[in-house]
Nanobody
Framework: QVQLVESGGGLVQAGGSLRLSCAAS???????GGWFRQAPGKEREFVAA????????YYADSVKGRFTISKDNAKNTVYLQMNSLKPEDTAIYYC????????????????WGQGTQVTVSS
């Protein structure tokens, strides 16, 4: 079974940066790696995704220009570089993988990490 472990979350001031990592055990195959986030009282929302077969990347409008998703296939790891953080970025961040093609649909993701807390103070 694929295991996903997030790390890199923490407390940061507005305008600061964090880099989240998602290490996957074994081979995840082609498809997409994605990041989602969920704030208290809100639904889990899409943040970013990256294709395993290419350098295609996708971002939510709310993070475009500030966050960068990348991957290291040798380490089987997906990263999320988060710059210019805002208080509204505060949430639990989850990484996920899918063998499908619908990167924009959270239900298509087969495996999820446990989440890592990101808190941005003003």
């Amino acid at each position: 079974q694929v295991q996903l472990v997030e790390s890199g979350g923490g407390l940061v001031q507005a305008g600061g940066s964090l880099r989240l990592s998602c290490a996957a055990s074994g081979r995840t195959g082609t498809g997409y790696g994605g990041w989602f986030r969920q704030a208290p009282g809100k639904e889990r929302e899409f943040v970013a995704a990256i294709s395993w077969s290419s350098l295609n990347t996708y971002y939510a409008d709310s993070v475009k220009g500030r966050f960068t998703i990348s991957k290291d296939n040798a380490k089987n790891t997906v990263y999320l570089q988060m710059n210019s953080l805002k208080p509204e970025d505060t949430a639990i961040y989850y990484c996920a993988t899918t063998y499908g093609s619908r990167w924009y649909v959270k239900e298509t993701y087969e495996y999820w990490g446990q989440g890592t807390q990101v808190t941005v103070s003003s």
